[in-house]
């Protein structure tokens, strides 16, 4: 079983900046790719930013140039710097990875509990 953990939501001002991070653990034997979603009330969940094993990353246009995604491959870790964040930012955020448990097993979807990020005066 993975289990993905998060942190680093909370409360911030606008144009302020936090950093999330995400861990994967339990039985893993590769991680395909790592990244986060959001969820805002009323709103269908989106994807924010992704990061393969290669490096490769992809982003939501609405946050190009404001946030960048990392990895710490070796501790199966993700990270989702926020910069210059606007109101419209406020969403519970997902991490969510793709996970071979073993060898040659299926990939597995996993999500996180999710972390709330508040973007107020």
């Known amino acids: 079983q993975v289990q993905l953990v998060e942190s680093g939501g909370g409360l911030v001002q606008p144009g302020g900046s936090l950093r999330l991070s995400c861990a994967a653990s339990g039985v893993i034997f590769s991680i395909y790719s790592m990244g986060w979603y959001r969820q805002a009330p009323g709103n269908q969940r989106e994807l924010v930013a992704n990061?393969?094993?290669?490096?490769?990353?992809n982003y939501a246009d609405s946050v190009k140039g404001r946030f960048t995604i990392s990895r710490d491959n070796a501790k199966n870790t993700v990270y989702l710097q926020m910069s210059n964040l606007k109101p419209e930012d406020a969403a519970v955020y997902y991490c969510?990875?793709?996970?071979?448990?073993?060898?040659?097993?299926?990939?597995?979807?996993?999500w996180g509990q999710g972390t709330q990020v508040t973007v107020s005066s």
């Open positions: 990061m393969y094993t290669s490096g490769s990353t």
């Open positions: 969510n990875a793709d996970v071979k448990p073993y060898r040659g097993s299926d990939p597995m979807h996993v």
